[in-house]
């Protein structure tokens, strides 16, 4: 079975300061994807990243870099200088064959960027 | 450039009644997924197509739940004699896939929110 922990229930921060989001997770299958997506006020879930089990490499993506750890089993997310239009929940998810029929997601983060 | 297409936005009924909810995944889209989201929590998986067939329904899915994808393109979710722990949103998405692998990209839908009474 997967599990995703997304401890975070929500966070505030102001604008222009950098945010991380914790995500934890557990399987025991040796080959898994992970997910983040962001879900802002509209409803529609906005892909952000995918991460296979083999890619420990961080990513950095504009403002937004992943950090990967597998020794801690950890894939967290930093915003940063953090704007207004990062207000949203995110969500962690974790998939053990890369589809999204078995896709396990966190309960989120509420983000809250005050000006 | 049409995104995932949603109707209704918002669905208020009363306990006992019937409802549907409507999805138009992005043109040329051949997967389509549902999924429902309660307060607090994250998507669960409902169910998914490959053009029309329906090749998986998860076990959230009770028999009061029946999806279709008729021709393949718009999808329809019924639930039958709703309860109150029907509750949620209701997601949908579609993918474009042409090969196994983790390479499928899900493109939302903004949702439709379901309140039983």
């Known amino acids: 079975a997967q599990k995703v922990t997304q401890a975070q229930t929500e966070i505030s921060v102001v604008e222009k300061e950098d945010v991380t989001l914790d995500c934890v997770y557990e399987?025991?299958?040796?080959?898994?994807?992970l997910f983040w997506y962001k879900q802002p006020p509209s409803g529609e879930l906005v892909f952000l990243i995918r991460r296979n089990s083999f890619d420990e490499q961080n990513e950095i993506s504009g403002r937004y870099s992943w950090n990967f750890q597998k020794s801690t089993s950890s894939f967290n997310f930093t915003i940063t200088a953090s704007q207004v239009v990062d207000s949203a929940v995110y969500f962690c998810?974790?998939?053990?064959?890369?589809?999204?029929?078995?896709?396990?997601f966190g309960t989120g983060t509420k983000l809250q960027v005050i000006p | 450039d049409t995104g995932v297409s949603q109707d209704p936005r918002h669905k208020i009924t009363k306990r006992g009644q019937n409802v549907t909810f409507r999805c138009d995944p992005i043109?040329?889209?051949?997967?389509l997924y549902w999924y429902r989201q309660t307060l607090g929590q994250g998507p669960e998986f409902l169910t998914y197509f490959q053009n029309e067939a329906q090749l998986e329904k998860s076990r959230l899915l009770s028999d009061r739940f029946s999806a279709e994808r008729p021709k393949g393109s718009f999808s329809t979710l019924e639930i039958q004699r709703t309860e109150q722990g029907d509750s949620a949103m209701y997601l949908c998405?579609?993918?474009?896939?042409?090969?196994?692998?983790?390479?499928?990209?899900?493109?939302f839908g903004s949702g439709t929110q379901l309140s039983v009474l």
């Open positions: 399987t025991r299958d040796t080959t898994y994807y």
């Open positions: 998810a974790l998939s053990v064959d890369g589809g999204y029929q078995k896709v396990t």
């Open positions: 998405a579609s993918s474009r896939i042409e090969a196994q692998g983790g390479n499928e990209k899900l493109f």
């Open positions: 043109s040329e889209h051949n997967r």
